[in-house]
């Protein structure tokens, strides 16, 4: 069992594992919220215009839910290199429906480079709008995300706010 890990997914880890995973569930962490928050430079958009995908923001009492993947060792040279952007890998207690297992996750700290920090609903959505990059356009990112979230019956405000917005224009 040394040779696995268990790593929560709050982004695009839920919908898209390009690497092998040996199990996956429906999971949560406690006193984090996803946030638009973080640029990004090398997926969702460009060094010049970068697009807005998510990191996790400290929120005493809030409940974070996602998808636990249980993966081996190897694997995080990949999750690493797919994650370099300005995010961490943080170690944390990830809880199951059925009891609670340490993990990590990727978490993109305010004082990275890359980190763009709270705007109006408005904003990230113009920002989200126009962005595209080598992984796709910035919009596909939250659209894809907002429906994975749906299929795991998980409410997030933030997410499904700022899908409104982008598919009433």
């Not at 999971?27 to 640029?39: D, K, L, S, V």
């Not at 993966?71 to 990830?94: A, M, T, W």
């Amino acid at each position: 069992m040394d040779d696995l890990h268990w790593v929560f997914g709050y982004g695009s880890l839920i919908w898209k594992q390009d690497f092998p995973v040996i199990e996956i569930r429906r999971a949560y962490i406690q006193g984090w919220a996803r946030r638009f928050w973080q640029g990004s430079h090398d997926h969702r958009g460009l060094p010049t215009d970068p697009g807005r995908v998510l990191t996790l923001i400290e929120s005493p009492g809030e409940i974070c839910w996602g998808r636990a993947l249980l993966v081996r060792s190897d694997v995080f040279e990949h999750l690493d290199y797919r994650e370099k952007n300005g995010y961490e890998r943080c170690n944390l207690p990830i809880h199951f429906e059925d009891g609670e297992a340490n993990g990590v996750t990727y978490i993109a700290p305010g004082n990275n480079a890359a980190f763009l920090g709270a705007a109006s609903n408005e904003n990230i959505v113009a920002q989200i709008r126009r962005s595209k990059g080598p992984s796709g356009t910035n919009t596909d990112y939250v659209l894809e995300l907002a429906q994975a979230l749906r299929n795991l019956n998980i409410e997030d405000t933030h997410v499904f706010e700022i899908e409104g917005r982008l598919k009433d224009d």
